[in-house]
């Protein structure tokens, strides 16, 4: 019985190594090729369960969705041969599972190496043809689209997988020459505060100028206009008197006199030498006057 029960379980375990290797699955999520005896005979395996030769089929299978590259930045210059440090990342999925198994032997590593190098050759002719400005913020979402489609037209030739797109996380000034460009920067900008300043000054002058002609026109026509009223008001007063005295003019001319009197001697220390029989002293000498 022992033996009987041994050779059971030998039979059972062989049975089960056996299924073990006639069968394998694939999943939604791989893709996969059939190798027999190192030759690839089934360049895509479909998703299920599928049999196999034992110990001489071999099954390989790969990551089937979008993975994604994220390279260490690389110094790039523009085509101004400023030096730009440029962190990057691509999105990227295997499209030819027999392309992708001889180009790297199905090493996930080398694919990702061997992209990160043509990626960065493409920025490298994609900066080398722009300006700072453009790769910064000018033009970099077509150059994105443009350096994608030049990967695919290689990449799936030469390794079997498609870019699915490439982006730009960072774009950075070495440190070397942040300083230099920091400084120059602030120099133009002085630049341009010197120049506000400078406008600003002469407007300023332009407009005191204007201010102190205006005031001047002012003055002057309100100069004018003040004289004019006197002069009109000095004759319609001087109009006034004559008509005044011309109704007496005896009375005004003795009113005249003794305001005379009262403004000459108003003060005792007042000295005046006048000769009495002049016409300043007729109607103290004569309270008639000149009748």
Request: proline share 3%; charged share 30%; glycine share 6%.
């Amino acid at each position: 019985m022992n033996n009987r029960l041994l050779g059971i379980i030998i039979g059972v375990v062989v049975l089960l190594l056996l299924l073990g290797n006639s069968l394998y699955i694939v999943k939604e999520t791989e893709r996969a090729v059939l190798l027999r005896f190192g030759e690839v005979v089934n360049p895509d395996v479909s998703v299920g369960l599928h049999p196999k030769m034992p110990w001489a089929d071999q099954v390989r299978k790969f990551d089937g969705r979008i993975m994604t590259l994220d390279a260490t930045p690389e110094r790039i210059l523009t085509v101004e041969k400023k030096p730009l440090d440029v962190d990057f990342y691509a999105k990227w999925v295997i499209k030819d599972t027999s392309k992708f198994y001889t180009s790297t032997g199905g090493d996930e590593i080398t694919a990702q190496s061997r992209l990160t190098q043509r990626i960065k050759t493409g920025l490298r002719n994609q900066f080398g043809e722009r300006t700072m400005h453009e790769v910064v913020s000018g033009s970099r979402d077509q150059m994105m689209v443009d350096l994608t489609k030049q990967l695919n037209e290689i990449t799936q030739t030469e390794f079997g997988i498609v870019v699915v797109d490439v982006r730009v996380k960072r774009i950075d000034l070495p440190e070397s020459v942040s300083q230099k460009v920091f400084d120059r920067m602030a120099s133009e900008r002085g630049r341009e505060a010197r120049e506000y300043r400078s406008t600003g000054a002469e407007q300023a002058e332009f407009i005191r100028a204007a201010a102190d002609r205006e005031k001047v026109v002012i003055e002057s026509n309100a100069y004018r206009d003040a004289e004019r009223l006197k002069g009109e008001g000095d004759a319609k007063a001087a109009a006034i008197y004559a008509s005044a005295y011309g109704k007496d003019a005896e009375f005004y001319s003795f009113v005249r006199s003794l305001n005379a009197y009262r403004n000459s001697f108003d003060s005792r220390s007042d000295v005046m030498l006048v000769d009495p029989k002049s016409d300043f002293f007729k109607y103290l000498n004569n309270p008639r006057g000149g009748r």
